[in-house]
Nanobody
Framework: QVPLVESGGGLVQPGDSLRLSCAAPGRTFASYAMAWFRQAPGKEPEFVAAINSGLQNTIYADSVKDRFTISRDNAKNTIYLQMNSLKPEDTALYSC??????????????WGQGTQVTVTS
Protein backbone atom coordinates (compact mmCIF):
# COMPACT_ATOMS: atom_id res chain seq x y z
CA GLN A 1 0.00 0.00 0.00
CA VAL A 2 1.43 3.38 -0.98
CA PRO A 3 1.80 5.44 2.21
CA LEU A 4 0.01 8.71 2.67
CA VAL A 5 2.13 11.86 2.51
CA GLU A 6 1.36 14.92 4.61
CA SER A 7 2.60 18.45 3.99
CA GLY A 8 1.92 22.05 4.93
CA GLY A 9 3.10 22.19 8.51
CA GLY A 10 5.22 24.97 9.89
CA LEU A 11 6.03 27.42 12.66
CA VAL A 12 3.31 30.02 13.20
CA GLN A 13 2.11 32.45 15.83
CA PRO A 14 -1.10 32.18 17.85
CA GLY A 15 -4.06 33.28 15.76
CA ASP A 16 -2.44 32.35 12.47
CA SER A 17 -3.75 29.85 9.93
CA LEU A 18 -2.26 26.85 8.15
CA ARG A 19 -3.57 24.39 5.59
CA LEU A 20 -2.32 20.83 5.74
CA SER A 21 -2.52 18.44 2.81
CA CYS A 22 -2.50 14.66 2.65
CA ALA A 23 -1.99 12.83 -0.64
CA ALA A 24 -1.57 9.28 -1.85
CA PRO A 25 0.79 9.43 -4.82
CA GLY A 26 -0.13 7.06 -7.59
CA ARG A 27 -3.41 5.79 -6.21
CA THR A 28 -6.88 6.84 -5.29
CA PHE A 29 -8.52 6.84 -1.89
CA ALA A 30 -11.91 8.11 -3.01
CA SER A 31 -13.66 5.10 -1.49
CA TYR A 32 -12.14 5.57 1.96
CA ALA A 33 -13.05 7.72 4.90
CA MET A 34 -10.07 9.91 5.75
CA ALA A 35 -8.97 11.39 9.05
CA TRP A 36 -6.43 13.65 10.69
CA PHE A 37 -4.84 12.82 14.01
CA ARG A 38 -2.19 14.65 16.00
CA GLN A 39 0.32 13.76 18.65
CA ALA A 40 2.07 16.21 20.93
CA PRO A 41 5.34 15.26 22.66
CA GLY A 42 4.69 13.01 25.63
CA LYS A 43 0.99 12.62 24.83
CA GLU A 44 -1.20 9.98 23.25
CA PRO A 45 -2.38 10.42 19.64
CA GLU A 46 -5.54 12.51 19.46
CA PHE A 47 -8.29 12.39 16.88
CA VAL A 48 -8.75 15.74 15.11
CA ALA A 49 -11.23 15.36 12.25
CA ALA A 50 -12.58 12.93 9.68
CA ILE A 51 -14.51 13.01 6.43
CA ASN A 52 -16.38 10.20 4.75
CA SER A 53 -16.01 9.07 1.17
CA GLY A 54 -19.39 9.88 -0.30
CA LEU A 55 -21.56 12.59 1.14
CA GLN A 56 -18.56 14.28 2.66
CA ASN A 57 -20.00 14.31 6.13
CA THR A 58 -17.47 15.37 8.72
CA ILE A 59 -16.77 14.95 12.43
CA TYR A 60 -14.42 16.96 14.67
CA ALA A 61 -12.84 16.82 18.06
CA ASP A 62 -14.40 19.36 20.39
CA SER A 63 -11.02 21.06 20.81
CA VAL A 64 -10.88 22.05 17.13
CA LYS A 65 -14.56 22.44 16.24
CA ASP A 66 -15.32 25.81 14.63
CA ARG A 67 -11.60 26.44 14.01
CA PHE A 68 -10.54 23.54 11.77
CA THR A 69 -12.16 22.33 8.55
CA ILE A 70 -11.47 19.02 6.85
CA SER A 71 -12.17 18.66 3.15
CA ARG A 72 -11.25 16.41 0.27
CA ASP A 73 -10.69 16.66 -3.46
CA ASN A 74 -11.04 13.14 -4.82
CA ALA A 75 -9.98 14.27 -8.31
CA LYS A 76 -6.62 15.24 -6.80
CA ASN A 77 -6.50 12.32 -4.34
CA THR A 78 -5.91 14.86 -1.60
CA ILE A 79 -7.49 15.80 1.69
CA TYR A 80 -6.95 19.05 3.51
CA LEU A 81 -7.11 20.41 7.03
CA GLN A 82 -7.67 24.14 7.16
CA MET A 83 -6.61 25.32 10.60
CA ASN A 84 -7.61 28.81 11.73
CA SER A 85 -7.12 30.68 14.99
CA LEU A 86 -4.26 28.39 15.94
CA LYS A 87 -3.35 28.06 19.59
CA PRO A 88 -0.14 26.89 21.28
CA GLU A 89 -1.99 23.73 22.37
CA ASP A 90 -2.44 22.84 18.69
CA THR A 91 1.30 22.18 18.51
CA ALA A 92 1.76 18.55 17.43
CA LEU A 93 2.76 16.18 14.67
CA TYR A 94 -0.26 15.90 12.38
CA SER A 95 -0.84 12.66 10.47
CA CYS A 96 -3.52 11.43 8.14
CA UNK A 97 -4.98 7.96 7.82
CA UNK A 98 -7.62 6.11 5.84
CA UNK A 99 -10.44 3.99 7.13
CA UNK A 100 -13.68 2.27 6.28
CA UNK A 101 -16.11 4.38 8.31
CA UNK A 102 -16.63 7.84 9.72
CA UNK A 103 -15.76 6.85 13.27
CA UNK A 104 -13.00 8.43 15.32
CA UNK A 105 -12.38 5.06 16.98
CA UNK A 106 -12.50 3.17 13.69
CA UNK A 107 -9.85 1.03 11.99
CA UNK A 108 -7.60 3.82 10.73
CA UNK A 109 -4.60 2.59 8.77
CA UNK A 110 -1.87 3.46 6.30
CA TRP A 111 -0.64 6.33 8.45
CA GLY A 112 1.66 8.92 6.91
CA GLN A 113 4.88 10.17 8.50
CA GLY A 114 3.23 13.38 9.61
CA THR A 115 3.86 17.10 9.31
CA GLN A 116 4.90 19.23 12.28
CA VAL A 117 2.81 22.18 13.37
CA THR A 118 4.30 24.48 15.98
CA VAL A 119 2.34 27.42 17.36
CA THR A 120 4.39 29.80 19.48
CA SER A 121 4.81 33.49 20.09
Amino acid sequence: QVPLVESGGGLVQPGDSLRLSCAAPGRTFASYAMAWFRQAPGKEPEFVAAINSGLQNTIYADSVKDRFTISRDNAKNTIYLQMNSLKPEDTALYSCAEGSALDEKGDWRNWGQGTQVTVTS
